[in-house]
């Protein structure tokens, strides 16, 4: 099993900035992708970003030049910094990681972002 903590999130005006972490505990050899995915009110899931255990990097047309995700192996951790934020990134940010083909996820955080 995995295990993941997700800090961060908050309410910030239009152009700010946040930064959100997630903490892999638990059964964590094997893990392969790890990112983010949010969910807007009354919208499907979207897969934001994504690191892979080389380090690669992938990110949704949405938030490419905003959004920079990155990995710390020492602590089991992914970030995601979000700058120059839109009201349209307001939504539920779910970190996931992926190990053996199953997923995992964290319980969400919520992003909100004033225009």
């Known amino acids: 099993q995995v295990q993941l903590a997700e800090s961060g999130g908050g309410l910030v005006q239009a152009g700010g900035s946040l930064r959100l972490s997630c903490r892999a505990s638990?059964?964590?050899?094997?893990?392969?992708?790890m990112g983010w995915y949010r969910q807007a009110p009354g919208k499907q899931r979207e897969l934001v970003t994504s690191?892979?255990?080389?380090?690669?990097?992938n990110y949704v047309d949405s938030v490419k030049g905003r959004f920079t995700i990155s990995g710390d192996n020492a602590k089991n951790t992914v970030s995601l910094q979000m700058n120059s934020l839109k009201p349209e990134d307001t939504a539920v940010y779910y970190c996931?990681?992926?190990?053996?083909?199953?997923?995992?996820w964290g319980q969400g955080t919520q992003v909100t972002v004033s225009s």
């Open positions: 996931y990681a992926i190990r053996n083909g199953q997923v995992y």
């Open positions: 638990g059964t964590i050899f094997s893990i392969g992708a």
């Open positions: 690191i892979m255990p080389s380090g690669s990097t």
